[in-house]
C-alpha cells in the first residue's frame, strides 16, 4: 500500500505542543519528537471503531493486547517475555521517573550519558536522586560509551543507570557487544538498568536493535525495559507505553511507587497501541524508508551547505544532532528561530551549542527550514 508522507497538514491552532507553544504564523517547527504525519491508517480505523462505539468507561488491556506485545518481542528480538512482566504506563518519561524512585533510595545516586534526552537529566534530581553524567564520546565517527569514565565515575551509592537505546539525539544503535560490556559493569556494581526502548522500532540503517534485557536471564534480571508505540507510529499524545521488568521485587516496587499516583492508559491508547503492533508493519516500514531518505537530505544540505554546521549520521530515531559550535554562538537555537526555524537547544541535552532537528516531516517542509537556516547564516 502507498502512504502520502509528503502530504502537507497544518498543525498550527490545534493545539500542539510542537507547533503551538512558540506561536508564529511562519515559523517552520522541528523541535519537540512528534511527527507531521498521521498515523497509520489501521490506527485511525481503530480510534474510530472506539468514538462511534461512544463508552468511554475505565479501561483494562486486553488479552490480545499483552499478546501481541509478547509475539511483537519474540519476532522481532528473540526475546520470550512474560505477560505479567508488562506494567502499563501513561508516558515513558512517567517509567523513568518511576525507576528513579523505585530503585534504590533518596541521595543515592542514577547515571546517564551526555548529551541526553533532557528527562534523563531531570528525572534522578526529580526523585531527589543525584545525577552523575559521564560523556559519550565520539570514536571513528560514532558516539561510543566511555566504559573507563563509568566505571571510575560510580560510586558505593551508584543504584541506576538510565540508558537511552536507539539514542536520543545522537541516533546511536549500540551493539549487542557494547551493551554487553556495560550490563556486566552494571552487574559487577549492583547498579540496576533503565533502558529506555522508544525509538527501538525506528532503526534506519542496516544494524538490530538488542534489548538490554534479552542479552541474558541474568541482565534480565536487573533491567527496567521502557517501551513505547507512540513515537513509531505517531501517537505519544494518547499517552500509551509500558515497562517490561521480569525481576518480581523490582517489579513490585516499581508498581509500588506508582500505586495511587498514575492513571493506566485510556481506551483509545490501548486500542491504537494493539493496532500498530498488529496492524502496521507496512507502514512502519513505509515511514522508515521515508525518514531514511529525509536523514539523508539533512546530511548532505548540512555537508554541502551549511558549513560551519556538522553531523554524524545517527542510525536511528527522526532526529538530528547538530554540531553549530564552529559558529561561537551562545544560543544557535535562538538564532536560527530568529530566521524562522525552532529547533531544540543542545543545552537542554547536556550539550551547549548543539542543536536537535526533527526531520520527520514532510520533505518539501525538510527543505524549505534548511533553505531558511542557510539564509541565517548568509545573513551573518
Ligand atoms: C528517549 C525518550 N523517552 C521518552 C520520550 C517521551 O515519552 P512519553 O511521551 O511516552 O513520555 C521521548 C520523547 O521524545 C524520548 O525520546
Redesign the pocket.
Known sequence: MEYDFDKIIERRNTGSLKWDRYPDDKAISMWV?DMDFQAPPAVLETLRKCVDYGIFGYSLPTKELAEVIIQTMEQKYGWSIEPEWIVWLP????G?NLACRSVGDVDDEAISFTPV?P?FLAAPVQSKRTLLTVPLMLRDGQYVFDLEKLKKTITGKTRLLIL?NPH?PVGRVFSREELLALAEICLENDIVICS?E??CELVLDEVKHVPTASLSSEIADNTITLM?P??TYNI?GLGC?FAIISNEKIRRDYVETEKGILSTPNALGYSACLAAYRDCEDWRLAVVDYLRKNREVVYDFIKGELAPLSMQKGQATYLAWIDARKLGMSNPAGFFSKGGVILSDGKDFGAPGFLRLNFACPQEVLREALYRMKQSLERL
Open positions: 519528537a508516558g515513558l518519561v512517567t523513568l534526552y528527562p537511552c536520543n529506555d522508544i525509538h513505547s507512540s513515537k505519544p507505553g
